[in-house]
């Protein structure tokens, strides 16, 4: 099961201390040796300044030898630069918890940084020194305090560079801190900020930053309440859903599974979110030359290939990939439970009459379990009114009413008017230089 594991594919659109998780349920997998992993933990520990950690691997790696010197060198750089950032930080500190200073401080941060220059002689550079320590307190895995540290930096400065740096910092530091809510809103200000092309640089950067934000994301959709229909409204969108086809197709699995996830969608939910499989399908038939897995395909042979007994064999198949799965295994018996669901709504439509032992087995359930699933699936779906079980055969059928022909040509005659219209719109904005060509065909 490893040519499915997406870790070396993430990864690199990361901060360091966020692959962290990632390789440490790796390493309570089966997928990979427990040294590789280790020593994958070890190189991105170096880079930081969580020197007991980086030590405590070294020891693990190499247990017959001594710690290299340069670790207590840097353990005594580290507290060195500590001491020096707080002290600068703490400096800036003192003057904005002021309660006095508080109440006179506004939303424009231009007459802020003048008013505290004016009266408390603080400068923009020496502001600076709070995302500095922030920036610190994160390399040695306080991610509490550097939260706090980077949110009072950006509520001051007018640094676009630092404070755009600081937005990631703030989210990592709440993400590895397990505040949801705090990271979906950074999360939020975030995506604002990266779509509103206030960036600096050529438009490739924008690319490249929805593709961070797009793997950092799945932090927060997995673990919030209510982030598989958030995945959904962001993922689905046409800048993200560009991305992703552009950049990172391996997202598929999670846009995928989010769609399954939310079969039944919470009342008030978009369009957008209600209609997530039909269009995670058709994505899912045009990227399958980039990328495939057994969750994605389990869409494309029940969906499009209408291949019940492939759908069932890339259900099993995607149980242990979701398993193996860091952002998705605590969803595997939920993902399972919907699944079925839905081969079971698609059996439905697809035949008259329906085995119910038959359909128990494709299912993976006893016939008793089968038989109670179906009643469920029917009275859950709407279908008291066209099913009738007849449990002396065993069965169930389907009574549906066939649709007038001049209604099925009157809805493909429509379905036709508003593509070619759409297309028209596009060519014409693309002839006339209003849209780069990808998203005009689009």
Not at 8 to 31: G, K, Y
Request: overall charge negative.
């Amino acid at each position: 099961m490893a040519e499915w594991d997406l870790t070396q594919r993430i990864m690199p659109h990361l901060d360091r201390h966020l692959a962290f998780p990632l390789l440490v349920h790796l390493a309570e997998t089966p997928l990979f040796a427990v040294k590789d992993i280790q020593l994958a933990q070890y190189e991105l520990a170096k880079g930081t300044n969580m020197l007991d950690y980086a030590v405590n691997l070294f020891q693990q790696l190499h247990p017959d030898q001594d710690v290299p010197p340069e670790f207590e060198e840097k353990r005594r750089n580290t507290l060195l630069t500590h001491e020096r950032l707080r002290d600068e930080a703490q400096a800036v500190l003192d003057v904005i918890e002021n309660p006095d200073v508080a109440q006179a401080l506004r939303q424009d941060k231009e007459h802020n940084l003048q008013y505290l220059k004016d009266n408390y002689n603080l400068t923009l550079e020496q502001i600076t020194a709070l995302y500095h320590f922030g920036q610190f307190q994160f390399s040695y895995g306080n991610y509490s305090g550097a939260a706090d540290y980077l949110y009072h930096f950006r509520v001051l400065s007018t640094d676009t560079e630092l404070n755009t740096s600081a937005q990631w910092g703030k989210l990592a530091s709440d993400i590895l801190s397990g505040k949801w809510d705090a990271a979906l809103q950074e999360l939020d200000t975030l995506r604002d900020s990266i779509d509103s092309r206030a960036l600096p640089g050529p438009a490739i950067n924008q690319l490249h930053s929805r593709t961070w934000l797009l793997h950092w994301s799945l932090f927060v959709y997995f673990n919030h309440p209510s982030g598989r229909t958030l995945l959904l409204e962001t993922f689905l969108s046409p800048v993200y859903l560009n991305t992703i086809q552009t950049a990172c197709p391996w997202i598929l699995r999670y846009l995928a599974a989010a769609a399954v996830l939310s079969r039944s969608p919470p009342p008030g939910a978009s369009a957008r979110v209600r209609s997530a499989i039909r269009e995670i399908i058709k994505v899912v038939q045009m990227e399958e030359y980039q990328y495939q897995d057994p969750v994605t395909s389990f869409l494309k042979e029940l969906y499009l290939e209408f291949d019940f007994e492939a759908a069932q064999q890339q259900l099993s198949l995607a149980e242990q990939v979701l398993s193996d799965d860091f952002f998705l295994n605590d969803f595997t018996a939920d993902f399972l439970d919907n699944a079925r669901y839905l081969i079971s709504e698609a059996y439905c439509r697809t035949h008259q009459k329906i085995d119910i032992r038959d359909l128990s087995q494709r299912l993976n359930l006893s016939a008793d379990e089968g038989e109670k699933w179906i009643v469920n699936l029917i009275r859950e779906s709407r279908m008291g009114a066209d099913a009738k079980i007849d449990l002396d055969k065993n069965v169930i059928e389907i009574f549906r009413p066939a649709a007038p022909v001049y209604q099925a040509v009157i809805d493909k005659t429509r379905g036709l008017h508003l593509r070619t219209s759409g297309l028209g719109t596009a060519i014409s904005r693309m002839g006339a230089g209003a849209l780069p060509v990808t998203e005009a065909v689009r």
